[in-house]
């Protein structure tokens, strides 16, 4: 009797812990999760979280760039987000004498704010369920659908977006956009009206040693110690308009902004985030599941690897090549180390049972229901990833291994081809033009980030792995060269045609569009060569795969709305999409294996207890120690006196919540979320309970560092602080 209560004591509690599942959309709140987040401590009505018609949560939170989060912090327009998310700015920003990435950045004046072109922040107004009337414009332009798949086309959506607004909507709107995003896979259809700003500036940024501390080793990991937050602000007109930048405009002045609690929060009480979440794959079937870890994954974790070592190599021996591939490493180990962890919990919750258990539900359901399209689709799908297995892997190894591994696998060649037909027309205006075009793309390609030594030396790296991997008649055509002019041989390939091309340099290049300008001698350039030949079985491999498409969507619509229609509407979330969203849960740690226990927070103690002065990844400043040895931390410490840090949640995140806020009970903002741990990155698949974190920097941190680190203390005034 005892061992079955126990028993039944350990599913209730499994069971209890999945409400910490799901990115659910905020005009569906009450309809799905308000009161089971009100049971968990909510003190907030659903209008607070989301209200069209007034000033709500949703209207702190914007997209910052295309793939990150950021909160609105004051009455004018101060933005958080992630360290990591403004990267590219503050490394756009830096040069050796300015090196804000080393040393941090503050704006002790509005005049001192930093612009970045092409930056923008967006504003969600409005979302609206369109699903009655996207079915209505497919029905009467069904015409012009042969191949049936426009209800997932972002062309098509926009059109009708635009439609139902009205163009005069557009215009009389400065900055206002619409979108139709599809959800469950063309079973639902949502249109968000939004507010786009692009003056936004730079307004402070901590050093990496604090912003970006611990770095590659200690990425997707827990216990963690970083100070992961930017600051920017949001410019407009002098009537609030969006604008393009310029030294008239002026502070947004926004219709919401989060209140910031320096309470903190305990274990076990209650968080919630708004966001942008990007991808997720909840309604993987099976071999969906097998085929993202025995190939995507896979190729992923080996090819990224051997570019990653020839890299860092050479960061380490030279600190402008650091400065120069900062960036570009940082993102490569970002999906390297996702796809270890997806592997790792695929492998260890058999998601590949879990997902047929879920197939067999639906066809279970289907039988009953004389419902036989649901396990024709899964029959559809099934046969469709079999038979484009070899493909994918093909595919996934030239993206991974040449065109993301090699750069200058993306010379120019498009403009290379429009110098040479217009040197066969002879026509000397025409050959002029592109010629000029030709060394502008070149100059792009080659830009400050660019060292040549170093792609020659990862180069040499990725193809030796690729040559070996791949059998030769499968290769780049172009890649013949290599064995009947080399023997084989990978760097005396590379060097040659570096040695020979007329990317080699941009000397080279700029003698060639200045003296007597040969087709026949562009074509036979062996870098023009290689990258045309990448490019050509790239366009073969994508073609082939895209006889693929359109059958697996009308599938997997089909089979997702089985799932729609056993359930109910409202029983599921929708796959992330890059559309804003929420999730809840707890401030917890967890087991990540027999005998080891994480808490939820960390403190300054272990920045310190990390401190490698021979490191990069675990520099501590003499100020930062400085301020721990004097115990200065204000009025951001602990009750007993620690500093904060770090603490982990258990809220479903993914790529796009960087930068998210986390809040309160009450609404309040006591982090912004940056990472999750290693052990939950599988929850894009299925959420891992026992084992998915969100990884959240304490705002008690951020603003001891930008008060008491940086001496900031104009943006502390500005903010609403309990």
């Given at each position: 009797m005892k061992k079955s209560l126990l028993i039944l004591l350990v599913i209730l509690s499994a069971f209890s812990l999945s409400a910490d599942e799901g990115m659910w959309m905020l005009h569906l709140l009450k309809q799905q999760k308000y009161p089971e987040m009100k049971k968990m401590g909510l003190k907030l009505k659903d209008y607070d979280i989301y209200n069209p018609n007034g000033a709500s949560l949703k209207d702190a939170v914007v997209q910052f760039g295309g793939g990150c989060t950021g909160e609105v912090i004051s009455s004018q327009g101060l933005v958080l987000t992630n360290h990591h998310c403004g990267y590219g700015q503050i490394q756009n920003h830096s040069s050796l004498e300015n090196n804000y990435l080393d040393d941090g950045f503050w704006a002790m004046t509005q005049a001192e704010e930093l612009p970045n072109p092409g930056l923008t922040v967006t504003f969600i107004d409005k979302i609206e369920d369109v699903t009655e009337y996207v079915k209505e414009c497919l029905s009467r332009d069904k015409e012009m659908d042969k191949d049936g798949v426009l209800f997932l086309s972002p062309t098509y959506l926009k059109s009708i977006a635009i439609e139902r607004v009205g163009a005069d909507f557009l215009k009389n709107n400065v900055g206002t956009d619409v979108e139709i995003k599809p959800f469950f896979n063309g079973n639902q259809y949502f249109m968000f009206t939004k507010k786009i700003y692009s003056d936004v500036?730079?307004?402070?940024?901590?050093?990496?040693?604090?912003?970006?501390?611990?770095?590659?080793?200690?990425?997707?990991?827990?216990?963690?110690?970083?100070?992961?937050?930017?600051?920017?602000?949001?410019?407009?007109?002098?009537?609030?308009?969006?604008?393009?930048?310029?030294?008239?405009?002026?502070?947004?002045?926004?219709?919401?902004?989060?209140?910031?609690?320096?309470?903190?929060?305990?274990?076990?009480?209650?968080?919630?985030?708004?966001?942008?979440?990007?991808?997720?794959?909840?309604?993987?079937?099976?071999?969906?599941?097998?085929e993202r870890r025995d190939i995507d994954n896979a190729v992923r974790i080996n090819m990224r690897r051997v570019r990653q070592e020839a890299m860092l190599n050479e960061m380490l021996a030279d600190p402008q090549v650091k400065i120069q591939y900062a960036s570009k490493y940082s993102g490569s180990t970002n999906a390297y180390k996702n796809a270890i962890g997806t592997n790792w919990a695929i492998d260890l919750r058999n998601f590949e049972q879990v997902k047929l258990d879920q197939q067999n539900r639906v066809l279970n359901w289907a039988s009953k229901n004389s419902k036989p399209q649901y396990g024709q689709a899964l029959n559809e799908i099934e046969r469709i990833i079999k038979e484009r297995s070899d493909l994918r892997y093909r595919n996934w190894m030239l993206n991974e291994g040449i065109l993301r591994g090699i750069e200058f696998a993306n010379v120019p060649v498009?403009?290379?081809?429009?110098?040479?037909?217009?040197?066969?027309?002879?026509?000397?205006?025409?050959?002029?033009?592109?010629?000029?075009?030709?060394?502008?793309?070149?100059?792009?390609?080659?830009?400050?980030?660019?060292?040549?030594?170093?792609?020659?030396?990862?180069?040499?790296?990725?193809?030796?792995?690729?040559?070996?991997?791949?059998?030769?008649?499968?290769?780049?055509?172009?890649?013949?060269?290599?064995?009947?002019?080399?023997?084989?041989?990978?760097?005396?390939?590379?060097?040659?045609?570096?040695?020979?091309?007329?990317?080699?340099?941009?000397?080279?290049?700029?003698?060639?569009?200045?003296?007597?300008?040969?087709?026949?001698?562009?074509?036979?350039?062996?870098?023009?060569?290689?990258?045309?030949?990448?490019?050509?079985?790239?366009?073969?491999?994508?073609?082939?795969?895209?006889?693929?498409?359109?059958?697996?969507?009308?599938?997997?619509?089909?089979?997702?709305?089985?799932?729609?229609?056993?359930?109910?509407?409202?029983?599921?979330?929708?796959?992330?999409?890059?559309?804003?969203?929420?999730?809840?849960?707890?401030?917890?740690?967890y087991k990540p294996r027999d005998a080891v226990t994480y808490a939820h927070q960390t403190t300054l103690d272990g920045v310190m207890a990390k401190e490698d002065p021979d490191n990069w990844e675990f520099v501590v400043s003499d100020k930062l120690k400085s301020l721990y040895n004097n115990k200065d931390f204000g009025r951001y410490a602990l009750p007993d006196g620690r500093m904060p840090v770090n603490f982990a949640a258990t809220t479903h995140t993914t790529g796009g919540n960087s930068g998210s806020p986390v809040m309160n009970a009450k609404g309040e903002l006591i982090g912004i979320n940056f990472d999750r741990n290693w052990e939950g990155v599988g929850g894009d698949i299925q959420y891992l309970p026992d084992y998915q974190r969100s990884i959240i920097v304490d705002i008690r941190y951020v603003l001891f560092v930008i008060d008491k680190f940086a001496g900031a203390t104009h943006l502390i005034d500005e903010m609403e602080i309990k």
């Open positions: 500036r730079l307004v402070g940024a901590p050093p990496s040693s604090i912003g970006k501390f611990g770095a590659d080793t200690d990425n997707w990991e827990w216990p963690r110690h970083s100070g992961d937050f930017a600051v920017f602000r949001i410019y407009a007109d002098k009537n609030g308009n969006p604008a393009a930048y310029s030294p008239d405009n002026v502070p947004l002045k926004p219709k919401r902004w989060l209140t910031i609690s320096t309470k903190g929060a305990n274990e076990n009480d209650f968080a919630m985030m708004l966001g942008f979440p990007g991808t997720t794959h909840k309604y993987y079937t099976s071999w969906e599941v097998a498009g403009a290379a081809n429009s110098l040479v037909a217009a040197i066969e027309k002879n026509d000397n205006n025409e050959i002029e033009t592109n010629a000029a075009q030709l060394l502008a793309d070149y100059n792009r390609f080659a830009n400050k980030d660019y060292n040549r030594e170093v792609d020659k030396k990862v180069a040499k790296a990725m193809l030796k792995e690729y040559t070996k991997l791949i059998p030769r008649e499968k290769q780049p055509k172009y890649f013949n060269v290599i064995y009947s002019q080399f023997n084989g041989d990978a760097d005396k390939f590379v060097d040659y045609v570096f040695e020979n091309s007329l990317f080699g340099s941009e000397e080279n290049l700029q003698r060639f569009v200045s003296g007597n300008k040969s087709a026949e001698t562009l074509q036979n350039d062996p870098m023009f060569q290689f990258a045309a030949s990448v490019i050509d079985e790239m366009r073969s491999l994508q073609s082939q795969l895209s006889a693929f498409d359109n059958p697996f969507a009308i599938a997997r619509r089909t089979y997702v709305n089985g799932i729609l229609e056993m359930d109910g509407p409202y029983a599921h979330f929708p796959d992330a999409n890059l559309t804003l969203r929420l999730t809840y849960g707890q401030l917890k740690g």
